[in-house]
């Protein structure tokens, strides 16, 4: 409580506004009113000497400061469009706002220039790396989550999983904050072509939540630009069944901006899971062989509407709703066959399973936002109420066919949770001068989760709980944070240093009384960044940061399905946060046709968390997540995007790192160490009439701990598009998961057992997009409502 007290009252005793002396201040926009960053602005006097001179900002914000008194010309100007020449006077310790600036194109001159590329698809910012999304194939005819998997540094699992360099603990935020689109499946209900931009962030600020080994990946969504009414109708036929239909609606006026979103998706997914373990029970060799059949049946509905309302010029009120309803049908068959040494068969059993669930996930928004008259300063408040509940119930019914055919008892699980969360938080950007800004905020979070689980056998006279599997689960978090930080420029050079500070308190509970355990994270998370710009075209920049990684719900909760008669995965209500120390240099070059993008970085993990598989005294086998002692990952990361031709754009990725674990767990050493490689290459061709073609491949090297090892992974996807009426609509085609090649191969090793596992989740999907819009040049269907803690 000291540490966040000490940030606290630095916060406060930092002034909201300083007095400053001869300053002009402004915002640059292009029609329809689009921020222009980059702008050169001079201010010149008599004889054409220049007195003061800047660059407008990613907002089209500009300010020069410290001018004396006197009569001057401020020009604006950019390549590509007409400069600007305006007369100003300026009085003593007099503050001049120029208002809004349009810039003209200059027509003239781009019909002479002969444009061969476009605006670069990666960038550096002084705090991460910023991918802009093109039209690419597979970008424009997929979800969100296809799309992360274009993206370099990030890939997405078979099973959903988003990994950052490798590491999956990383935090996924839109517009720059925490929201329910990204919970559960509603990543992938949003289309790809709705985001503008995929910020990278290994390294974060202060400014954002400590939460995140791996770094936080920042999904920007493309805002509503044209006034009037505008929208598009998506519309998603696949096979096997992908059936999406997703219409939206929005209208901009001077005051007032509406935008609303309705979603529906219906999927149909095919797995396949085969296992072969072998194993000793008193001291005689037991070999199984199982197969797994998966039938999975999803129904989804995402509602998301809301407004922005302009008070005036300096005041902006947001308000949005959200939910993301979803009912699960699901059917699974399993088949195990048990066998001796030689292979005489010993006995097979057959478990079929089908369970129901339903999840409803809702989010209120609230956000206020004024700006001032010194360009550059901001107040923001923001709240947040999440509200979801869940109900899912399995039934299990189990015989045996070998030797002795037999119905066992049946099965029957249910699971029932909910939750609310609140959030509340505010951040004040204060520019010092010219060159510098202060930054600072105070937040709070607040959730409460209640779960209920149990398990029944069925009998002669009814049903009976199995194992004393009836657990009512109270889970309740509150977190405080504060943070400072500090920005600035010297020629060149620019930094940015922050100290974050953030006080977390858990509680978690058990009906029964069978535990309850309280616990108190308390720590400091200080930032820095630097960056050297060369020139225009090559950057240098080196980044450190401290994390936190917090055990999700899952890994807490004992609770467990019953589904596999071998194994089951439980949570550890004992597991304690990671924490990590993150040290990178980048350097970005652009030349006329190749982006050139090599990274080095460090990473030091205490307290990892790691799966531990082990058998227990009913020959079970038990996964469940433990903390070990420490983890160190060094590695290189080398990104290149070649144009040879306008027509022909080839992306390539490598990303090779050693890591090494030390620690133990009861009679487990989890001491390792290896090294590992992710690659990926991406081709695009765009031929005349809008036609274009892309393939991707995706390759994920074989890797391990202690007890597992993870086989290589393959994919290749491929896509087509073409866009005819006059750009209002475009048709897609695209093929995931080619040849069914991504499969997860691994093997789990114990003192006494091994199991081989093959798992498919997903078969081959072919889909077919239509998209078709009105009134609208850049395509939009979702949108985050107005956040303060966008960049």
Request: aromatic share 10%; glycine share 6%; hydrophobic share 35%.
């Given at each position: 409580?000291?540490?966040?007290a000490i940030i606290f009252f630095t916060i406060l005793?930092?002034?909201?506004?300083?007095?400053?002396?001869?300053?002009?201040?402004?915002?640059?926009?292009?029609?329809?009113?689009?921020?222009?960053?980059?702008?050169?602005?001079?201010?010149?006097?008599?004889?054409?000497?220049?007195?003061?001179?800047?660059?407008?900002?990613?907002?089209?914000?500009?300010?020069?400061?410290?001018?004396?008194?006197?009569?001057?010309?401020?020009?604006?100007?950019?390549?590509?469009?007409?400069?600007?020449?305006?007369?100003?006077?300026?009085?003593?310790?007099?503050?001049?706002?120029?208002?809004?600036?349009?810039?003209?194109?200059?027509?003239?001159?781009?019909?002479?220039?002969?444009?061969?590329?476009?605006?670069?698809?990666?960038?550096?910012?002084?705090?991460?790396?910023?991918?802009?999304?093109?039209?690419?194939?597979?970008?424009?005819?997929?979800?969100?989550?296809?799309?992360?998997?274009?993206?370099?540094?990030?890939?997405?699992?078979?099973?959903?999983?988003?990994?950052?360099?490798?590491?999956?603990?990383?935090?996924?935020?839109?517009?720059?904050?925490?929201?329910?689109?990204?919970?559960?499946?509603?990543?992938?209900?949003?289309?790809?072509?709705?985001?503008?931009?995929?910020?990278?962030?290994?390294?974060?600020?202060?400014?954002?939540?400590?939460?995140?080994?791996?770094?936080?990946?920042?999904?920007?969504?493309?805002?509503?630009?044209?006034?009037?009414?505008?929208?598009?109708?998506?519309?998603?036929?696949?096979?096997?069944?992908?059936?999406?239909?997703?219409?939206?609606?929005?209208?901009?006026?001077?005051?007032?901006?509406?935008?609303?979103?309705?979603?529906?998706?219906?999927?149909?997914?095919?797995?396949?899971?085969?296992?072969?373990?072998?194993?000793?029970?008193?001291?005689?060799?037991?070999?199984?062989?199982?197969?797994?059949?998966?039938?999975?049946?999803?129904?989804?509905?995402?509602?998301?509407?809301?407004?922005?309302?302009?008070?005036?010029?300096?005041?902006?009120?947001?308000?949005?709703?959200?939910?993301?309803?979803?009912?699960?049908?699901?059917?699974?068959?399993?088949?195990?066959?048990?066998?001796?040494?030689?292979?005489?068969?010993?006995?097979?059993?057959?478990?079929?399973?089908?369970?129901?669930?339903?999840?409803?996930?809702?989010?209120?928004?609230?956000?206020?936002?004024?700006?001032?008259?010194?360009?550059?300063?901001?107040?923001?408040?923001?709240?947040?109420?999440?509200?979801?509940?869940?109900?899912?119930?399995?039934?299990?019914?189990?015989?045996?066919?070998?030797?002795?055919?037999?119905?066992?008892?049946?099965?029957?699980?249910?699971?029932?949770?909910?939750?609310?969360?609140?959030?509340?938080?505010?951040?004040?950007?204060?520019?010092?001068?010219?060159?510098?800004?202060?930054?600072?905020?105070?937040?709070?979070?607040?959730?409460?989760?209640?779960?209920?689980?149990?398990?029944?056998?069925?009998?002669?006279?009814?049903?009976?709980?199995?194992?004393?599997?009836?657990?009512?689960?109270?889970?309740?978090?509150?977190?405080?944070?504060?943070?400072?930080?500090?920005?600035?420029?010297?020629?060149?050079?620019?930094?940015?240093?922050?100290?974050?500070?953030?006080?977390?308190?858990?509680?978690?509970?058990?009906?029964?009384?069978?535990?309850?355990?309280?616990?108190?994270?308390?720590?400091?998370?200080?930032?820095?960044?630097?960056?050297?710009?060369?020139?225009?075209?090559?950057?240098?920049?080196?980044?450190?940061?401290?994390?936190?990684?917090?055990?999700?719900?899952?890994?807490?909760?004992?609770?467990?399905?019953?589904?596999?008669?071998?194994?089951?995965?439980?949570?550890?209500?004992?597991?304690?946060?990671?924490?990590?120390?993150?040290?990178?240099?980048?350097?970005?070059?652009?030349?006329?046709?190749?982006?050139?993008?090599?990274?080095?970085?460090?990473?030091?993990?205490?307290?990892?968390?790691?799966?531990?598989?082990?058998?227990?005294?009913?020959?079970?086998?038990?996964?469940?997540?433990?903390?070990?002692?420490?983890?160190?990952?060094?590695?290189?990361?080398?990104?290149?995007?070649?144009?040879?031709?306008?027509?022909?754009?080839?992306?390539?990725?490598?990303?090779?790192?050693?890591?090494?674990?030390?620690?133990?767990?009861?009679?487990?050493?989890?001491?390792?160490?290896?090294?590992?490689?992710?690659?990926?290459?991406?081709?695009?061709?765009?031929?005349?009439?809008?036609?274009?073609?892309?393939?991707?491949?995706?390759?994920?090297?074989?890797?391990?701990?202690?007890?597992?090892?993870?086989?290589?992974?393959?994919?290749?996807?491929?896509?087509?598009?073409?866009?005819?009426?006059?750009?209002?609509?475009?048709?897609?085609?695209?093929?995931?998961?080619?040849?069914?090649?991504?499969?997860?191969?691994?093997?789990?090793?114990?003192?006494?057992?091994?199991?081989?596992?093959?798992?498919?989740?997903?078969?081959?999907?072919?889909?077919?997009?239509?998209?078709?819009?009105?009134?609208?040049?850049?395509?939009?269907?979702?949108?985050?409502?107005?956040?303060?803690?966008r960049n």
């Amino acid at each position: 409580m000291k540490q966040l007290a000490i940030i606290f009252f630095t916060i406060l005793s930092v002034q909201y506004s300083l007095a400053q002396k001869g300053q002009i201040t402004g915002i640059i926009h292009e029609k329809p009113a689009v921020p222009v960053s980059y702008v050169t602005v001079t201010l010149k006097e008599r004889g054409d000497k220049a007195i003061a001179a800047g660059i407008s900002d990613s907002k089209g914000i500009f300010r020069l400061e410290s001018i004396p008194a006197g009569n001057y010309t401020i020009s604006y100007s950019l390549a590509g469009f007409q400069t600007i020449s305006i007369p100003v006077e300026l009085k003593s310790d007099e503050v001049i706002n120029m208002g809004t600036v349009i810039l003209e194109s200059d027509t003239k001159l781009l019909q002479e220039v002969s444009v061969t590329g476009q605006r670069s698809s990666v960038s550096l910012k002084l705090d991460k790396k910023v991918f802009e999304v093109g039209k690419d194939v597979l970008s424009q005819s997929g979800a969100v989550t296809d799309l992360l998997n274009i993206v370099p540094s990030v890939s997405v699992s078979p099973a959903g999983a988003i990994s950052l360099r490798g590491n999956t603990n990383v935090l996924v935020l839109i517009d720059g904050r925490r929201t329910g689109l990204t919970q559960g499946n509603a990543l992938e209900q949003v289309p790809a072509d709705q985001v503008e931009r995929v910020e990278v962030i290994t390294n974060p600020s202060s400014r954002f939540d400590a939460a995140g080994s791996a770094g936080i990946i920042n999904i920007i969504l493309k805002k509503n630009k044209k006034a009037g009414f505008s929208g598009q109708l998506r519309l998603v036929g696949g096979i096997p069944n992908e059936t999406r239909i997703s219409p939206s609606l929005s209208y901009k006026s001077d005051k007032l901006n509406l935008f609303a979103t309705y979603g529906i998706r219906l999927s149909d997914y095919v797995g396949l899971y085969t296992m072969k373990q072998s194993s000793r029970l008193s001291d005689t060799p037991v070999y199984l062989n199982q197969r797994q059949d998966e039938n999975r049946h999803d129904d989804a509905k995402l509602l998301y509407f809301g407004a922005d309302y302009k008070i005036n010029d300096h005041n902006t009120i947001t308000a949005a709703f959200m939910r993301n309803s979803t009912h699960d049908h699901d059917k699974t068959e399993l088949n195990y066959l048990y066998s001796n040494k030689n292979g005489v068969i010993d006995s097979s059993l057959s478990r079929n399973g089908e369970s129901w669930e339903r999840r409803s996930y809702n989010q209120l928004e609230l956000n206020y936002t004024k700006t001032f008259i010194k360009a550059g300063k901001k107040l923001t408040v923001d709240m947040q109420y999440d509200f979801w509940d869940s109900d899912k119930n399995w039934n299990l019914t189990t015989g045996r066919i070998f030797p002795n055919a037999a119905t066992l008892p049946m099965i029957r699980t249910n699971s029932m949770g909910k939750s609310k969360d609140f959030m509340i938080k505010t951040d004040m950007t204060q520019p010092l001068d010219s060159t510098s800004t202060l930054e600072f905020g105070l937040k709070m979070e607040d959730r409460r989760v209640n779960s209920d689980f149990i398990a029944e056998q069925q009998n002669s006279e009814g049903w009976e709980i199995i194992e004393q599997i009836d657990n009512h689960l109270l889970y309740k978090e509150l977190i405080g944070s504060a943070y400072i930080q500090f920005s600035g420029k010297t020629g060149a050079l620019s930094y940015q240093g922050g100290l974050r500070g953030e006080l977390t308190h858990i509680g978690i509970e058990d009906r029964s009384g069978s535990y309850t355990n309280e616990k108190n994270y308390n720590r400091l998370f200080p930032t820095l960044n630097i960056s050297y710009r060369f020139n225009e075209r090559a950057t240098l920049q080196g980044s450190y940061s401290k994390r936190i990684n917090r055990p999700r719900l899952g890994m807490i909760y004992p609770f467990n399905e019953l589904t596999d008669l071998t194994s089951r995965y439980v949570g550890n209500p004992n597991l304690n946060p990671s924490y990590a120390n993150v040290f990178e240099f980048t350097f970005l070059k652009n030349w006329k046709n190749i982006t050139f993008n090599p990274s080095f970085y460090y990473q030091h993990n205490t307290g990892v968390m790691e799966d531990y598989t082990f058998r227990n005294t009913d020959g079970l086998f038990i996964t469940m997540p433990v903390n070990i002692n420490k983890e160190t990952r060094q590695g290189f990361e080398l990104s290149v995007l070649y144009n040879p031709m306008k027509w022909l754009q080839i992306n390539t990725e490598l990303n090779a790192f050693h890591y090494e674990e030390q620690g133990s767990y009861q009679n487990q050493s989890f001491d390792y160490s290896g090294n590992t490689f992710t690659a990926r290459v991406s081709t695009q061709v765009k031929l005349k009439n809008k036609l274009a073609f892309q393939t991707l491949y995706n390759f994920r090297g074989a890797n391990a701990t202690a007890q597992t090892r993870a086989d290589a992974l393959h994919s290749i996807d491929i896509g087509c598009s073409k866009t005819f009426l006059k750009d209002r609509a475009t048709l897609m085609f695209d093929v995931g998961n080619l040849f069914g090649l991504r499969k997860l191969k691994g093997r789990t090793i114990g003192s006494d057992y091994e199991i081989s596992q093959t798992n498919i989740p997903n078969a081959a999907r072919y889909r077919l997009t239509l998209v078709y819009r009105f009134n609208q040049k850049d395509n939009q269907t979702v949108r985050q409502a107005k956040s303060g803690n966008r960049n």
